[in-house]
Nanobody, 124 residues
Framework: QVQLVESGGGLVHAGGSLTLSCAAS????????IEWYRQQPGKQRELVAR????????YSDSVKGRFTASRGNAGNTVYYLRINNLKLDDTAVYSC?????????????????WGQGTQVTVSS
């Protein structure tokens, strides 16, 4: 199993920047990718960024160019989502999720684990 804890959210002014952190513990070696999601008020949760084990990244079109996902260390226990030029529309609960594969005696287990989320509120 993997445990995830997000931090770094808060109230920020439009145009500013923010870095969210996702601390991972547990079966770190099982993590294939860390995905960042956000849920804006009244909307469905949206995948905004993904960073894979090898470091490659993907972004949704809505955030490309302003969001940067990265791994924080070689041990893959910390991940970051940097948000630049914040817009009012970036107000959301941001969550990280771990895509994992574990090879056990009983078979292969594919699972996704979620953090608790962190609120980002952008003010004008």
């Amino acid at each position: 199993q993997v445990q995830l804890v997000e931090s770094g959210g808060g109230l920020v002014h439009a145009g500013g920047s923010l870095t969210l952190s996702c601390a991972a513990s547990g079966s770190i070696s099982s993590i294939n990718a860390i995905e960042w999601y956000r849920q804006q008020p009244g909307k469905q949760r949206e995948l905004v960024a993904r960073v894979r084990r090898g470091g490659s990244t993907d972004y949704s079109d809505s955030v490309k160019g302003r969001f940067t996902a990265s791994r924080g260390n070689a041990g893959n226990t910390v991940y970051y989502l940097r948000i630049n030029n914040l817009k009012l529309d970036d107000t959301a609960v941001y969550s990280c999720a771990a895509d994992t594969t574990e090879f056990k005696d009983s078979g292969t287990v594919v699972a996704r684990y979620w953090g608790q989320g962190t609120q980002v509120t952008v003010s004008s």
